[in-house]
T-cell receptor, first 115, second 113 residues
């Protein structure tokens, strides 16, 4: 079974631009979560989608948004990029809802650098 | 403030030595996950503990959950260079709007051959 895939793996953008990251979960997994990882803040939860619905959202500004498609693939969008958005963005999928006995499988991440 | 605090923040050990990483929660734990991460890469699931007193082992790694203390420990026996990486504990917060997964601050482990 293929694991979680994320594209692109690396991205360089400039301030003010917007970016879209993609995540393909493991086949059959319906829950997709997004995380931001930085040296200063560690791993922080962005949002979680389950069956195309956003079920939970972390404490991030509205510039961060996401969506999930009917095939469970998910995209994350960041508009008006700021230098502080430079981070490793991780996507994770699980069969059901995380925390209810289902482990999360993580993708390799997308390294975003904002210049 | 962090809901999950890990200690120590970093650890350097000689190959063959045993070590323990702790994860303490400021909230009631409904399950505790341990992950390992190589720098700049995704997280690899190690194990999940759901009940107080539960203990699980995989190869040379053992994790225990003390529900009363809201704490979990990860113990590595006879460490090897392949154990090097960042260890993260994770937990879930039960909310009316849906569960939210959150992580500890991480422990960086270096194993010297």
């Amino acid at each position: 079974k293929a694991g979680v895939t994320q594209t692109p793996r690396y991205l360089i953008k400039t301030r003010g631009q917007q970016v879209t990251l993609s995540c393909s979960p493991i086949s059959g997994h319906r829950s997709v979560s997004w995380y931001q990882q930085t040296p200063g803040q560690g791993l922080q939860f962005l949002f979680e989608y389950f069956s195309e619905t956003q079920r939970n959202k972390g404490n991030f500004p509205g510039r961060f948004s996401g969506r999930q498609f009917s095939n469970s693939r998910s995209e994350m969008n960041v508009s008006t990029l700021e230098l502080g958005d430079s981070a490793l963005y991780l996507c994770a999928s699980s069969l059901l809802i995380p925390g209810r006995g289902d482990e999360q499988f993580f993708g390799p991440g997308t390294r975003l650098t904002v210049l | 403030s962090q809901e999950l605090e890990q200690s120590p923040q970093s650890l350097i050990v000689q190959e063959g030595k045993n070590l323990t990483i702790n994860c303490t929660s400021s909230k009631t734990l409904y399950g505790l996950y341990w992950y390992k991460q190589k720098y700049g890469e995704g997280l690899i699931f190690l194990m999940m503990l759901q009940k107080g007193g539960e203990e699980k082992s995989h190869e040379k790694i053992t994790a225990k959950l003390d529900e009363k203390k809201q704490q979990s420990s990860l113990h590595i026996t006879a460490s090897q260079p392949s154990h090097a990486g960042i260890y993260l504990c994770g937990a879930v917060t039960l909310r009316p709007t849906g569960n939210q997964f959150y992580f500890g601050t991480g422990t960086s482990l270096t194993v010297i051959p």
